[in-house]
């Protein structure tokens, strides 16, 4: 299970309609015919879609990466993963417990945000496909981010838990990404890097 769940980290894309200034579908497209590794349909925050329409976008966007076969991941909505029949599932500290979604989804991807030691005493990492470090940067993306925990806390985990698949999130650019590979980062995962790029090809290859 983790040699192709660490391939899926390496180059993760991020992305709900809120994050997008063109159709989400054409960014997807692009992010994958330019070499995105895995997808997470992240529909939440501000000028987020609800409803109908949410499950309007996540079934074209499950579509396309089907058809690519690219991993589909859900943040946060069980219900619409289970609908989705996605591939994932991922949550953060305050959602359902990643113990409770491992009962209810034996066999999906499951991800876990985790931002610090506390945080990590307190997740069942036993249960978990991978674990999300961030934010490693400062982002303007996610308005409640956690203050920036740097590739320190990359190399921590890394050091606690030589074995556990990883990906750094927050801030991370064409430009820093290797530090967080260096750190110890099995892949990075990115939203503005790629949904506000102006050539998703080049940066997703510098990535
Ligand atoms: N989660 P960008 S930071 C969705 O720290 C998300 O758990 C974070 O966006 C966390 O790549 C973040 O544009 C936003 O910085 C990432």
Redesign the pocket.
Known sequence: MSEPIRHALRKYL?MGSQ?CQRPPDEILRDAIAAGITAFQF?E?GAGSLKGDKKRILGLELRDICRTHHIPFII?DDLSLAEELDADGIHV?QDDKSAEEVRRMFPNKILGL?V?NDTELAGSPLSVVDYV??????S????AD??NP?GIEWIKTLRTKHPALPIVG????TAENAHTVIHAGADGI?????I??AADIQSVVEKL
């Open positions: 991020i994050d992240r939440k943040n953060g945000s931002s999300g470090a961030g934010p490693v940067f982002t303007r993306t996610k981010a956690k925990v999130i927050g801030g991370i995962s990115v939203i503005s890097a949904t506000q």
